[in-house]
T-cell receptor, first 111, second 116 residues
């Protein structure tokens, strides 16, 4: 079952612009994670943010978490053509082990 | 980082046959592994949680007799798609935590199954 929704479902921007993707979820969580998937391939972990954290950075990536709104956002700054991929948020619910994925955002960076 | 290896990366089989997919944690022990299914342009749907030495826990709507999971060692889980049909054609992917649930999950490279 899917935990929540992501928006937009698809995003197309010019190289150099910033890309923002949003994720909402439904239940209390232990943590929220963002992954990238290139077409037809495995997933690459980007960032994990715990439920008691509000913001994390990793290189050009910035993730925020608002547990009161049950939402998270992923910001990619200064986008590059190589950032073209699908991005998924996933949550681990409190008391659970399994990682449940959102619908994903297909990001296209135009050169 | 930790490595999860999945084999085969793709397989084509005839309708009615069974296919086994292996998921190995190469440099760590995984008491729990997860199996997902992904249709084109869709998200990952959790199928089951594979527990070393015990029965797998299946998600609602997933047929346990159709998708047999065996987790016989701390580094290997297998998913067998029994009596495969064209509607079973999909991308199957496994994952495991190297640490606890508050650590990143590592994913195999996935298996593209095509049933003809």
């Amino acid at each position: 079952s899917q935990q929540g929704e992501e928006d937009p479902q698809a995003l197309s921007i010019q190289e150099g612009e910033n890309a923002t993707m949003n994720c909402s979820y439904k239940t209390s969580i232990n943590n929220l994670q963002w992954y990238r998937q290139n077409s037809g391939r495995g997933l690459v972990h980007l960032i994990l943010i715990r439920s008691n954290e509000r913001e994390k950075h990793s290189g050009r990536l910035r993730v925020t978490l608002d547990t009161s709104k049950k939402s998270s956002s992923l910001l990619i700054t200064a986008s590059r053509a190589a950032d073209t991929a699908s991005y998924f948020c996933a949550t681990v619910n409190q008391g659970a082990q399994k990682l449940v994925f959102g619908q994903g955002t297909r990001l296209t960076i135009n050169p | 980082g930790a490595v999860v290896s999945q084999h085969p990366s793709w397989v084509i089989c005839k309708s009615g046959t069974s296919v086994k997919i292996e998921c190995r944690s190469l440099d760590f022990q995984a008491t729990t592994m997860f199996w997902y299914r992904q249709f084109p342009k869709q998200s990952l749907m959790l199928m089951a949680t594979s527990n070393e030495g015990s029965k797998a826990t299946y998600e609602q709507g997933v047929e346990k007799d159709k998708f047999l999971i065996n987790h016989a060692s701390l580094t290997l889980s297998t998913l067998t798609v029994t009596s495969a049909h064209p509607e079973d054609s999909s991308f199957y992917i496994c994952s495991a935590y190297q640490g606890g649930v508050n650590t990143e999950a590592f994913f195999g490279q996935g298996t593209r199954l095509t049933v003809v």
